[in-house]
């Protein structure tokens, strides 16, 4: 979301975007409760929100919200399409304003925390909403629901049989999406709409692979019940517990043998 008013691209927002994307990434929204949103979607909340994203967000999420910005053909991953009812339901209000407030590692999204006021946020949720509400979600998952707990952690060790093993899973499974290195480019992600995640490879503007911003327990609920408004399958029937904690395993060392990489040759 770099700042765009007027289709004339602002080149102070985006120094200071940058500079705000490092501050934001400090950002912590952890509560007791989940966090809701406090304005009513009024009219005037809703157009005071349609403005405000049209000024910051439509450069990379575009004028419709379809993530057809004109920046979004420089990066990768792609803006996604705030216009896909299945995937914005799917988010929680205190998902979309971490998001909005803190930027989303791993991605082009910047922090908005120290631009736009806690109330500018929230109507550009209400914008945000506005655009699907009137949309109907596809029918639930078949396979079910698993519900895992924020602090869920990883009851198997890194040893080398529980990595191959999540390898091999990981190959017959997900490969075809997110490429036999995990880096989103699998022999079908060309047609995927939103493709999928690069997972473990650092960004060629040296951020960290994406998975090192995530909780175990948001890789496997990830895993578990894939999701919504992506190609990510739920795999709560297909494999066992173990399995997709495997998965979860081979996802953090193949991060680690990246990162060690960039590493080795930056010198350090």
């Known amino acids: 979301m770099f700042s765009i008013a007027k289709n004339k691209f602002s080149t102070t927002a985006l120094v200071s975007g940058f500079a705000l994307l490092l501050v934001g990434f400090i950002y912590s929204a952890s509560t007791s409760e989940e966090l809701q949103n406090p304005k009513p979607m ?3 909340s809703i157009k005071a929100g349609e403005a405000i994203f049209f000024e910051y967000c ?6 419709r919200a379809d993530g057809r910005g004109l920046q979004s053909l420089n990066l990768n991953p792609k803006p996604q399409n705030l216009r896909n009812a299945q ?3 799917y988010l929680t209000d205190e998902r979309l304003y971490t998001s909005i407030s803190g930027g989303v590692r791993g991605t082009a999204m910047q922090a908005f925390e120290l631009v736009l006021s806690s109330d500018k946020r929230w109507d550009v949720i209400n914008y945000i909403r506005s655009l699907t509400a009137e949309d109907t979600l596809a029918l639930a998952n078949a396979l079910g629901y698993e519900a895992v707990p924020a602090e869920a952690k990883n009851p198997l060790t890194m040893d080398e ?5 999540g390898k091999t899973l990981f190959m017959n499974y997900c490969a075809s999406c997110h490429g036999a290195t995990a880096d989103g480019k699998g022999l079908i ?3 995927l709409v939103p493709a999928p995640r690069n997972l473990v490879v650092v960004t060629s503007w040296g951020e960290k692979p994406f998975v090192d911003y995530l909780s175990d327990a ?10 919504p408004g992506t190609s990510m399958l739920p795999w709560l029937r297909v494999m066992s517990d ?5 998965t979860v395993l081979f996802l953090r060392a193949e991060a ?12 350090n």
């Open 42 to 44: 009024t009219e005037a």
């Open 161 to 165: 049989a529980n990595v191959a093993h």
């Open 189 to 191: 992600a060309p047609s």
């Open 256 to 267: 680690d043998k990246n990162r060690d990489k960039v590493q080795v040759a930056n010198g």
């Open 58 to 63: 439509s450069g990379c999420h575009g004028r």
């Open 242 to 246: 173990n399995d997709r904690w495997a």
């Open 87 to 89: 995937f914005v339901k």
């Open 218 to 227: 948001r890789l496997y609920d990830s895993i578990t019940n894939g999701v």
